[in-house]
């Protein structure tokens, strides 16, 4: 991927295509290293750093700028001799992965494995149930960002079809929500049990997602980002970006497969 210069949970999603693309066709994928990420809460070397070794797209792959093979557009293929070893190079491939049914799945084992070659679990014998809401860069007001915006009344709904799958059956229940604002937003969800966690550090609330038994996402390479390395029970709602199978697609209203839900918490439910 090209690179681009928005946040981080984007440029990570076109890094992933990237992967996904070269998988599919039998090539070896070819790591851009992020330069610029927007919304540095540190320098942005740090910044950049940071997230990279975070996502860990790049491990045990091919970096760009290893060799002097030439670097050229996706558009600009059929043009060149066939014999010279070429890196092909795009933006990103989501239109692809949009296509196909198996552009995702064929490397989550791979993803997620970069993912936790430096980390360590962090285990917990609570059920912990993750909401991203987004809000700080998107309202219902704005309507040039107003197809990115949940409302809260799709989340409330959705919690509390939650809340009565899990009854009293969940042995200890931690609910969060993640997001921006001012916590009067979010008193409709705080009503319910939620703790709110607003304004975080964008990693410590990505790791927070990840690390979830159950994630409710919001639309946004963010939210998707995390839940393309989630192992858990993944509520998507809906957007541009085609669902992973696996996930479970929430109405517009919040509602969901109830049964299908249930057996999915079942083992969780017997964790304990």
Not at 63 to 77: E, F, H, K, M, S
Not at 118 to 131: D, G, V
Not at 222 to 231: G, K, L, N, P
């Given at each position: ?17 990237a992967l996904c693309f070269a ?16 919304n540095a809460e540190t320098d ?71 993912f936790w070659e430096n980390k ?153």
């Amino acid at each position: 991927a090209t690179g681009k210069d928005d946040g981080a949970g984007s440029q990570a999603q076109a890094a992933m295509s990237a992967l996904c693309f070269a998988k599919a066709h039998g090539l070896p994928y070819v790591h851009r290293p992020f330069t610029t990420i927007a919304n540095a809460e540190t320098d942005m070397a740090t910044w950049v750093r940071t997230w990279e070794e975070y996502f860990n797209i790049g491990a045990f792959e091919r970096q760009l700028g290893d060799d002097d093979t030439p670097v050229i557009a996706l558009d600009r293929l059929p043009l060149m001799p066939r014999a010279d070893p070429v890196i092909v190079a795009a933006e990103h491939y989501l239109r692809y992965c949009n296509r196909n049914g198996d552009a995702w799945e064929r490397v989550l084992p791979l993803l997620r494995a970069k993912f936790w070659e430096n980390k360590q679990r962090q285990k917990t014998p609570e059920i912990r149930l993750a909401i991203h809401m987004r809000r700080g860069d998107v309202s219902a007001a704005d309507k040039t960002v107003a197809k990115n915006f949940t409302p809260n009344a799709t989340f409330v709904n959705t919690l509390t079809r939650l809340k009565a799958l899990l009854g009293s059956k969940a042995p200890a229940l931690r609910i969060e929500i993640f997001s921006q604002g001012d916590p009067q937003m979010f008193a409709d969800l705080a009503a319910l049990g939620a703790r709110l966690r607003l304004d975080e550090p964008a990693l410590a609330t990505h790791r927070a997602l990840v690390e979830a038994d159950i994630l409710v996402m919001s639309k946004g390479a963010y939210s998707y980002t995390a839940a393309v390395v989630h192992e858990g029970l993944t509520l998507y709602d809906p957007q541009k970006y085609r669902p992973l199978q696996g996930w479970i697609a929430r109405a517009p209203d919040g509602s969901f497969d109830e049964a299908l839900v249930a057996r999915r918490l079942a083992p969780l439910l017997g964790r304990g």
